[in-house]
């Protein structure tokens, strides 16, 4: 059944990776709305990517 | 130091029974792990528990009573609370009718779904000449002890104490007789004294309840054959 988007799994994982990694608390993330958290986890993941892209870009100068 | 404020939006729906409008706020993503651990035990009666306890806590208009609300009700408040939750679509895998073997997944809008009536259904079955017995909907309590007991098989008496716990009442034209004032024993014995055609007649409040249903067409990309699929109840759109 898939009333719920995500499995138990990937929500600890993803919990934990946001409270470890991002500054969020786990009382910040279980008093959102889970399409809010999604769109969190969206953004973040543009973010990181778009530093990746330009730490790539600042090493690929530097060299 | 104040209370804090709730910051959850609100919405509100008409219940399908009443047509009372109730208002609703989204279930949080703690009340969705609740949701998720009770979906994964595999146990029915642990999910249709966690259901019931999301609703309560999303229902914000007072004196609705989750436990007494019949089990269409709970359907399509659920649907609509997941829908604000989640998002308004999910997608199924349709197994397309024509050869029974074929599956294509299928997005369907959730504020598409409605409770579909049927004509011929009535809450008061003509029982002979003199009674008539008045029925009420199954409330959640039926919904999972029809639904969702440890064993598979629904006993004869598992039917009969279902049956006399939706009797509201009996009636004819000078006097009534509330079920609320019987016995579960003086109960049994009126149902029991049914002959098979009243019988069907109660299987047929059952059968042609109001449901959950989405109606829509899926074509077999194997052999093109266009065809028409209904979805009825709320498991069926979250399989």
Known sequence: MSMAHVDLESYYKVNFALVQHHKYSLTELENMIPWEREIYLTLLKQFIEEETLKERARDGGSL | ?239
């Open chain 2, 1 to 239: 130091m104040p209370l804090p404020k709730i910051s959850t939006p609100t919405y509100e729906l008409e219940l399908p029974s009443t047509n009372k409008k109730i208002k609703y706020r989204p279930f949080l993503v703690k009340e969705e792990k609740v949701l998720i651990i009770a979906m994964e035990s595999e146990d029915t009666k642990q999910i249709t528990n966690a259901v019931k306890t999301v609703i309560k806590n999303c229902i914000l208009t007072r004196g609705v009573k989750v436990e007494e609300l019949s089990t269409f009700d709970i359907e399509y408040l659920f649907l609509n609370i997941r829908g604000k939750s989640v998002g308004e679509e999910v997608e199924v895998l349709v197994t397309c009718p024509d050869d029974g073997v074929t599956q294509v997944p299928v997005v369907i809008p959730l504020d598409e779904i409605k409770v579909e009536r049927s004509e011929k259904h009535s809450r008061d079955i003509k029982l002979d000449e003199n009674l008539t017995l008045r029925m009420k909907y199954p409330c959640m309590e039926e919904f999972v002890k029809s639904n969702f007991s440890l064993s598979e098989d629904v006993s004869l008496q598992d039917t009969f104490e279902i049956v006399s716990a939706c009797i509201e009442q009996v009636y004819n034209e000078e006097e009534s007789w509330s079920a609320k004032d019987c016995t579960k024993k003086e109960l049994a014995d009126f149902l029991e004294q049914l002959s098979s055609k009243q019988f069907k007649q109660i299987e047929g409040f059952f059968e042609t309840m109001p449901k959950l249903a989405h109606t829509f067409k899926v074509k077999n990309p194997n052999t093109g054959v266009e065809s028409s699929v209904v979805l009825e109840g709320l498991s069926a759109f979250f399989v």
